[in-house]
Structure formats: C-alpha cells, structure tokens
C-alpha cells in the first residue's frame, strides 16, 4: 500500500478525507463505509448516581448526567477565529442518508453502500485474574453475558487471535517533542508484536488531528508517519479521537477495532467534548481504546486521568501511566498481548436492536481454579438494527 500524501489526508475535527471501494462480482465499485450507526439513537433516562460521584465530573458519560447538566451540542462549532471558507471540514461532501435496511445507497465518495440487517451484538472481552495475569483457556460455559441486567443466549464464541484494524493516535504538540522518539519505538514494537495481518493507520494531533498515514502494514511507511514531528501547541484530544473512531468505523476492513491513544496532558483545544469523544465510540461495533498517559514533570490533573481511564475503561480496553519513557514500550508490548489474546462473544440480544436506545452490558467469567476473574468489555452500547456491509 502506498503512502497517502499528507495534503490529501487530513482529519479536521471529525473529517476523514479519503477513497474506500471495493469491487462487486457485476464489477459496481462499493464503498464499503461503516458509520456509526447510532448517531441519532434515541435518549436513555440517566440513571441515579451513587452520592460519591460527582455530576459535574468531565469523565462521567453524558448519559450519565443529571437532566439539568448542560446538554450536548449537537453540531461541532469553529474555534474562534477560524475562518469557515478556509476550514477543510467545509470543503468535504456531505454524507449521504443512512437509508433503511436491504437498500443500496450512494455514499460520499461516489460509490455505493449496502445496508444489511445485524440481529447481534460481537464483544471483545479480556479476563484476568486478581494478579492482572490474562486468562486464555476458558471455553463458551464459563461465561454469562446481562444486558440491561437481563441474561442473554451466546450464539457464538471464539478464542483466536485473529488480524485487527489499529488506529495509533499519538500527541504532536510542543510537550511532546521530547519524548517522540520513545513513542514511535514503542509503537512500532507493538506493530511488530502483533498479528502480520493487522492494518494500521497513523494519527498525529495537536491542535488539529492529522492522517498521516493510512490503513497499512507497512513498518517503513508507520515510522514515517510518526516521524513527522510538528510540535505546536494545543492538544485537541477528543477531536482526534472522534476522528479516528469514524476512520476506522468507515475504512477497517477488519471486523476487530482498536485505537490506541499517547498522550502527556489535558485536552485544550478540542471542538468535541469528552462526553461527545466517548459517545462516539459507543455504538456495538466500536473500538476498544487503549491509552498511554505520559505523566510530565509539570504534573497533570485529575482530569486528565480520569479523561483516559473514561474512554478506555467504557471500552473494554486500559489506561496506562508508565511513570518514565522507559515504561512506554512496556505498556506498549501489554496492549499487544492484550489484543491477541481476547475472547469473541456473540449474542442476540432480547430486547431488539431496532428499539434503539442505550443497552448497558456486563459479562461474568466462572470456571473450576478460578476465583475472582475479572472481564474487561465494553460497558455498553447504542443499539441500531442496520449497519453498513464491510470487507472481511
């Protein structure tokens, strides 16, 4: 795979500029886009917090929030300043209607996508015993899926390390410049850790996210792009995250998902939320996040770390701190061995996919000489009827 132009490529807010087809046996090039397919979902009635949680905590999900905290906006604003005749985001197509289920729409690119019916609900899931050692030898009887509290029937289970699509978020801005280059040594050797058939793309972001390089598995193209070291300043987090989320829901061709952010400090200059970041990577087929906090001297805020354990944690995935550079690859090398060692559990939920609204998730682990296995999964999603096709 060739190395995209960087002039081409860039991610604006939530703008991925790029071509995804893929050819029919009629010869009709599709355009094979996942979206996210709860945005409109229907609102879930917040549920009551325990009196030790802050309402006005930034990492607490908006559909957690009492009815009188401040609603979510609905539409991203231009940062001040920006002129919208030179802002990127404004000179993309807009995209097309989702359209209804079995219907064949045109997408933004020109192409066509196919709508189908997905009755299920696929998690990854990672067990762990009460020391943090991975659990890999469980079969489909040990485990018990709730959602919404209520016991759900697998109908699928798997335990094989099978190729995922990676999006590697990584912080651009002036902090950052110091500690690049034990960053990009700890992503490649993650990359290399990994399956051989894995896809990566790169993300570098500081006050705005770039694409700098596009699904691929291409070590030599990988370390360009994280190469490119253009410290300014601003950290546009969220943004980044928003935008490699819809990335890899549009162009993976790999049905696994995983995004892994590095970061050293506080968001502070994202159009998005924390909340809209987290919302944006809750539908059933999101990606599991996996972030890498990067403590500086100049130290860094609750905020910050409860930002990355949210999205994280919500996700299935972990958030790291290592205490130097030295521990970046460290945890570098635990996310890859996390990644290849996840169980694949399917069900068809009771409650149908296409009433909508916020399903919370829980799966319980039990098997003879365990005891206290804990199972890290999404905590839950926005539920959908229809997705669009993807490559396999």
């Given at each position: 795979m060739s190395t995209p132009k960087r002039d081409t490529m860039h991610l604006r807010g939530k703008v991925v500029v790029g071509i995804l087809s893929s050819f029919l046996l009629a010869g009709v090039i599709v355009a094979l886009g996942q979206g996210l397919a709860a945005q409109n979902a229907e609102k879930v009635q917040p549920t009551p917090l325990p009196k030790d949680v802050d309402p006005s905590d930034p990492a607490l999900p908006v559909w957690l929030r009492p009815a009188?905290?401040?609603?979510?906006?609905?539409?991203?604003?231009?940062?001040?300043?920006?002129n919208p005749a030179e802002n990127p985001i404004n000179k993309q197509p807009q995209p097309a209607p989702e359209g209804t289920v079995g219907e064949v729409t045109k997408s933004s690119s020109g192409g066509f996508v196919l709508r189908v019916r997905s009755d299920e609900v696929t998690l990854q899931a990672t067990v762990v015993d009460p020391r943090s050692h991975l659990i890999t030898t469980l079969n489909k009887d040990s485990f018990t899926?709730?959602?919404?509290?209520?016991?759900?029937?697998?109908?699928?289970?798997?335990?094989?390390?099978?190729?995922?699509?990676?999006?590697?978020?990584?912080?651009?801005?002036?902090?950052?410049?110091?500690?690049?280059?034990?960053?990009?040594?700890?992503?490649?050797?993650?990359?290399?850790?990994?399956?051989?058939?894995?896809?990566?793309?790169?993300?570098?972001?500081?006050d705005e996210p770039y694409l700098d390089q596009d699904f691929t598995n291409n070590v030599s193209s990988m370390r360009e792009a994280l190469d490119r070291v253009d410290?300014?300043?601003?950290?546009?987090?969220?943004?980044?995250?928003?935008?490699?989320?819809?990335?890899?829901?549009?162009?993976?061709?790999?049905?696994?998902?995983?995004?892994?952010?590095?970061?050293?400090?506080?968001?502070?200059?994202?159009?998005?939320?924390?909340?809209?970041?987290?919302?944006?990577?809750?539908?059933?087929?999101?990606?599991?996040?996996?972030?890498?906090?990067?403590?500086?001297?100049?130290?860094?805020?609750?905020?910050?770390?409860?930002?990355?354990?949210?999205?994280?944690?919500?996700?299935?995935?972990?958030a790291f701190f290592p205490k130097n550079l030295e521990e970046v690859d460290e945890m570098s090398q635990a996310v890859a061995r996390d990644i290849r060692n996840q169980y694949s559990i399917t069900y068809k939920p009771s409650n149908p996919r296409a009433n909508g609204g916020y399903r919370a998730v829980r799966v319980v682990a039990h098997a003879p000489g365990y005891k206290e296995l804990q199972v890290r999964t999404r905590s839950g999603y926005f539920a959908s009827d229809q997705k669009a096709a993807t490559n396999r």
């Open positions: 009188n905290a401040r609603p979510v906006a609905a539409t991203s604003t231009p940062k001040p300043g920006a899926v709730y959602e919404d509290n209520q016991q759900q029937q697998i109908t699928s289970f798997r335990r094989e390390d099978i190729p995922v699509s990676i999006g590697i978020v990584v912080d651009n801005s002036g902090s950052m410049r110091t500690k690049r280059n034990a960053v990009t040594k700890a992503v490649l050797n993650l990359v290399q850790a990994s399956n051989p058939k894995d896809e990566v793309f790169i993300v570098n972001f500081n410290s300014r300043s601003g950290t546009a987090l969220y943004d980044a995250v928003v935008a490699s989320a819809e990335h890899l829901a549009k162009g993976a061709q790999r049905e696994k998902k995983v995004l892994l952010v590095i970061t050293d400090g506080d968001d502070n200059e994202s159009r998005e939320s924390l909340e809209q970041a987290i919302r944006a990577v809750q539908n059933d087929n999101g990606p599991t996040i996996y972030t890498i906090g990067i403590l500086g001297e100049e130290g860094n805020t609750k905020r910050f770390k409860r930002a990355l354990e949210a999205l994280s944690l919500q996700t299935g995935g972990v």
